[in-house]
């Protein structure tokens, strides 16, 4: 009987204690969700609107939020779920499992220095202004996510160009803290941009230390075009990935360091004007005259950077309009380290590419190293099997032979210092050939017979070597015509010819004087 009813009892207490704990849930849920909904309402402020807030265990829903300035939004979010251990509600510090963004929407001001307008910012007493947002508790974020996120950035540097947009936003931070703590977060982030600048599909993943700014970071991009202008993107890659990092406190001259750099079917497209100006791409201007360039606070490290499937398409407005097209393919570049902005530090590079023809592909080769501070280089060119069509407006002048094909074959050694090159150069020219019939008998102002006639004395080959020098600086030296008169020279003194004059260049073979060799050979043959 004893035990019974010491059993009741035992049942009883028991039913009590489960009561009570039941009643004192429910307390600390009632208190939690309006102390959580008191702290948000008080953290955003006057600015900040919000539709409604739903409250459940251990969380609360904010529905609508909507935070502006002088009239204008800058931030609107379909709903941000907040996740907290209620326990920590009513003591010192909060802790927050889980802060879940959706559907953000950003709109970022740069200004004209190109530093980011803090849009909880304004007047002189920033931190006392009425209605800024306070962090009135410390907060320890576990997880940080954003699904579906938008920003919009507007950039003053970049006049005319429009807005950048970035869509399809989705971020995760782990393990940040308010106030900013001396530690590491990781961070994840994919993002599609839009904009006439740039576009492509963004993703990156790493650690950052928002006190210190020291990050290192993995990036990836695909799709890229840059650069736009009528006629599309000057600039695409189907790839790119590094891995970026940076050391430092933040202040002052910092140095990002890019490893592992690889750059997937790259393309860029240059085109100049019949004065040799830039075209594309369109760059942005030089400073006024009497106005020094800003000095960047950021410089990059590159280092181990591959090139692979690239492609440049070079439209040369000087030689021709419309501009002559030459298409550089399959490009292949490694490079081991160098700078931007530049310092006195060589790199060594090595370079492979296909320039296509219509009768045969050429093979670009080289290696060398390059001092990009003042460009001073030394390496080597090789080229073969190159069809000398694509080069035709570059070698035929007007009211020549009309050349028909053949190729061309190169090997130099290539020495730049202090801006002067000096290139020791041998070529093979095999199997030209040119239009028949018609009355244009001359070739890079020399007769065309002497040459056919070289041609079928020399298996159709025509070995030449010269030496390709000048100042680049000089703007009366331009590379691609002082090899082209070069190229002519070797070819007049493998056929024993000589120059006797300038002006219209008189041409003597064996004593027998032939005239109208070209402007293009003025004073040449001497």
């Known amino acids: 009987m004893k035990a019974g009813f010491f059993g009741k009892k035992i049942v009883i207490v028991f039913m009590v204690v489960v009561v009570l704990l039941?009643?004192?849930?429910?307390?600390?849920?009632?208190?939690s969700n309006r102390i959580l909904k008191a702290e948000i309402e008080k953290t955003l402020g006057e600015r900040g609107k919000i539709e409604r807030i739903s409250l459940s265990w251990n969380k609360v829903d904010v529905y609508g939020v909507d935070l502006s300035k002088d009239g204008q939004s800058f931030f609107r979010a379909t709903k941000v779920e907040v996740r907290a251990s209620f326990l920590t509600l009513f003591g010192n510090r909060y802790a927050i499992s889980y802060l879940i963004v959706e559907q953000p929407a950003l709109v970022l001001q740069i200004d004209a220095?190109?530093?980011?307008?803090?849009?909880?910012e304004g007047g002189q007493d920033k931190a006392k202004e009425k209605g800024a947002p306070s962090m009135t508790h410390p907060v320890d974020l576990r997880h940080v996510i954003v699904s579906g996120g938008a920003?919009?950035?507007?950039?003053?540097?970049?006049?005319?160009?429009?807005?950048?947009e970035l869509t399809?936003?989705?971020?995760?931070?782990?393990?940040?803290?308010?106030p900013i703590g001396d530690s590491s977060i990781k961070v994840s982030l994919r993002m599609n941009v839009k904009g006439k600048t740039a576009s492509g599909t963004v993703t990156c993943s790493g650690s950052i230390n928002p006190k210190t700014l020291a990050w290192e970071l993995t990036v990836g991009a695909a799709n890229i075009e840059a650069l736009t202008d009528s006629r599309g993107a000057a600039v695409k890659a189907g790839a790119l990935r590094f891995v970026a990092s940076s050391k430092g406190q933040g202040q002052g001259t910092r140095n990002i360091l890019l490893s592992g750099v690889t750059v997937a079917e790259p393309f860029i497209r240059v085109e100049e004007d019949k004065s040799g100006n830039l075209v594309s791409p369109p760059l942005p201007g030089k400073p006024a005259k009497g106005q020094k360039?800003?000095?960047?606070?950021?410089?990059?490290?590159?280092?181990?950077l591959t090139v692979t499937g690239g492609e440049v398409l070079y439209l040369d407005g000087k030689i021709s309009r419309p501009p002559h097209p030459i298409r550089i393919t399959d490009i292949s570049l490694k490079t081991d380290s160098f700078s931007i902005p530049a310092t006195d530090k060589w790199t060594a590079w090595q370079l492979s590419a296909h320039i296509p023809g219509k009768?045969?592909?050429?093979?670009?080769?080289?290696?060398?190293?390059?001092?990009?501070?003042?460009f001073d280089t030394s390496g080597k060119l090789t080229l073969r099997n190159l069809d000398m069509l694509v080069f035709k407006p570059y070698v035929q002048k007007k009211g020549e032979a009309d050349l028909r094909g053949g190729t061309f074959d190169m090997d130099m050694d290539l020495t730049v210092k202090d801006k002067y090159i000096h290139a020791p150069t041998h070529t093979v020219i095999k199997n030209l050939q040119f239009t028949p019939g018609g009355t244009m008998d001359r070739f890079l102002g020399i007769p065309r017979s002497l040459i056919v006639k070289l041609l079928e004395t020399s298996k159709n080959e025509i070995p030449l070597d010269f030496v390709v020098e000048g100042r680049l600086d000089d703007p009366k030296f331009n590379l691609s015509e002082d090899l082209v008169r070069k190229f002519a020279v070797a070819i007049g003194r493998k056929l024993g010819l000589n120059v006797v004059g300038t002006g219209e260049s008189v041409v003597t073979q064996g004593g027998k004087v032939l005239k109208g060799i070209g402007k293009g050979l003025r004073g040449i043959f001497k």
């Open 22 to 31: 039941v009643a004192a849930f429910a307390l600390l849920l009632y208190f």
């Open 113 to 120: 220095q190109g530093n980011v307008v803090n849009p909880l």
């Open 151 to 164: 920003v919009t950035i507007n950039d003053e540097q970049l006049k005319g160009a429009g807005p950048v």
């Open 168 to 178: 399809g936003v989705e971020a995760r931070v782990d393990n940040v803290s308010f």
């Open 293 to 304: 360039p800003e000095k960047s606070a950021v410089s990059l490290t590159l280092n181990d």
């Open 359 to 374: 009768a045969s592909t050429g093979q670009l080769g080289g290696a060398g190293r390059t001092n990009l501070h003042g």
